[in-house]
C-alpha cells in the first residue's frame, strides 16, 4: 500500500514541477483524483515523460522496456487523455506530458463520473490560487469584434475572428465545464458545443472521439452564438492560438473561482476594460445581467458604474448595449500582459516564474529545437 501511494504521489510533484503546476493540498485531493485516473502502471510511465515531445524508442531507454511495449502503453495513455500524442514527420508518433489544467482534466469530458466531478470542484480553487495563472494565466480573454469600436487599433490576436484566418482545421468539442455542472444537477442551458480546437490538436480530439469537425464558416457561426448566448472568449494565452474557450461565469470553473476574488482582472490576460457614457444610458439593465464577474452595479435609476478591478474586458456588456453607452477601451500600457508568441513560450515563462525550468523538462531541448530551426542550412 505505501508503494502504491508513493507512485501518485511521486506523480503529483512531476505534475508539479510542469509548468502549469499541480499543488498540494492537506485534504490530498489531488491524490484521490491521480488514482481515479491513472494505474499504477500508468503512473510510473507517466513520471518519465516531459513536455518536450518524444519517441517510442527515446522512452523504452528509461522504462527499460522494449520499444513495442512501450509504444502500445503510451498510445493507450493518449487516449485516456493521460499523455499527449502528435504525429511526427516521418509517419511516427510522438508522445510528451499533459499539464494537468489545460489537459488532462479536459479530456477526460467523456469520461466523468461524480466522485471526480465533486473532487474537482474542491480541488479547483487550490489550482487557481497556488498556480501560475495569476502571473501568467494559460488562457486569456479576447471580445467578438462587434463589441469593439472601428477607431481602435486591433492588433491580429486580439481578434476571434481574425485567430481562426489561416487555419483549414477546426474541431469543436463539447465543454467539460458545462457537462460537470450537469451532471451534478447544476449548470445553465448555453450550448455545450463550445470548445473550439484549432490546428495540430483536431487530429488529438479526434482519433480520441471527442467533438467534431468543422469548417471555417461553422466556426465563425459559432463565435457568433457565443456572443449571443453571453460566452465569454478566451482563446490560448499566446499570438499562435491552439483553441477558443467559450466560457459562461455560471460552469466555467476558472471564472467561477476568478469572480469570488475581490479583483478579478488581476487573473485575466485582456487588453480591454468596459467604459459607460452615463449621459446616454437607457437604463435597460441588460449589461447588469450579461457581466460574469459583476463589474457592473446601479443604485436605483442612476446609469451603471464599471468597477474596473472586476472588468475582465469580454466585451459582452458592450455587443448588447442598446444605445452605444458601453464602450471597450483599451488599457493603459502598464496594465496589458505581454502576449507570448507560442504556447511553448507561455509555458517557459510559466516555468521560469515558478522556478521549475529544469534542463530535463524543458529549457535545453526546446532552445535546442529553436537554434536548430534558425541556423543555416
Not at 50 to 72: D, G, M, N, Y
Not at 75 to 103: C, F, P, W
Not at 234 to 255: E, Y
Request: proline letters at 7%; hydrophobic letters at 35%.
Amino acid at each position: 500500500m505505501r508503494e502504491k501511494e508513493d507512485v501518485y504521489r511521486r506523480l503529483a510533484k512531476h505534475l508539479d514541477d510542469l509548468p502549469a503546476g499541480f499543488p498540494r493540498t492537506e485534504s490530498g485531493v489531488e491524490i484521490r483524483i491521480l488514482k481515479k485516473l491513472f494505474t499504477e502502471d500508468e503512473a510510473e510511465m507517466a513520471l518519465l515523460l516531459s513536455v518536450i515531445p518524444e519517441t517510442p524508442s527515446s522512452v523504452a531507454v528509461r522504462a527499460k522496456l522494449p520499444i513495442e511495449e512501450t509504444a502500445r502503453r503510451l498510445e493507450a495513455m493518449s487516449r485516456k487523455g493521460l499523455v499527449y500524442r502528435r504525429e511526427a514527420k516521418d509517419g511516427g508518433r510522438l508522445y510528451r506530458a499533459n499539464q494537468y489544467v489545460i489537459g488532462i482534466w479536459e479530456f477526460q469530458v467523456n469520461n466523468l463520473k461524480l466522485d471526480l466531478i465533486r473532487d474537482m470542484e474542491e480541488y479547483m480553487p487550490t489550482l487557481l490560487k497556488d498556480g501560475p495563472w495569476k502571473k501568467m494565466p494559460q488562457l486569456r480573454t479576447v471580445p467578438v469584434m462587434r463589441a469593439i469600436p472601428v477607431r481602435h487599433e486591433i492588433l491580429a490576436h486580439e481578434r476571434a475572428e481574425e485567430m481562426l484566418q489561416g487555419h483549414d482545421r477546426f474541431l469543436i468539442a463539447p465543454c467539460i465545464c458545462r457537462r460537470e455542472r450537469k451532471l451534478a444537477g447544476q449548470g445553465c442551458d448555453r450550448p455545450e458545443e463550445a470548445c473550439l480546437i484549432i490546428g495540430g490538436g483536431v487530429d488529438y480530439y479526434e482519433t480520441n472521439g471527442i467533438g467534431r469537425r468543422i469548417d471555417r464558416e461553422e466556426a465563425l457561426a459559432i463565435l457568433k452564438k457565443a456572443d449571443e448566448t453571453g460566452l465569454v472568449l478566451q482563446p490560448s494565452n499566446a499570438k499562435k492560438i491552439a483553441n477558443i474557450c467559450m466560457c459562461c461565469g455560471c460552469c466555467c470553473g476558472v471564472l467561477r473561482t476568478i469572480k469570488m476574488h475581490p479583483r478579478p482582472a488581476e487573473y485575466v490576460s485582456s487588453p480591454f476594460r468596459a467604459a459607460l457614457d452615463g449621459e446616454g444610458c437607457q437604463g435597460c439593465g441588460v449589461c447588469l445581467k450579461r457581466c460574469p464577474m459583476e463589474a457592473l452595479s446601479r443604485d436605483g435609476e442612476d446609469p451603471p458604474r464599471v468597477n474596473p478591478v472586476r472588468c475582465i474586458g469580454c466585451g459582452l456588456c458592450v455587443s448588447t448595449c442598446p444605445s452605444g453607452s458601453l464602450t471597450l477601451v483599451r488599457k493603459p500600457e502598464a496594465e496589458q500582459r505581454e502576449v507570448p508568441e507560442t504556447f511553448m513560450d507561455t509555458y517557459i515563462t510559466m516555468a521560469r516564474q515558478r522556478k521549475r525550468l529544469k534542463p530535463f523538462h524543458l529549457a535545453k531541448a526546446w532552445l535546442r529545437t529553436k537554434i536548430k530551426a534558425k541556423a543555416p542550412n
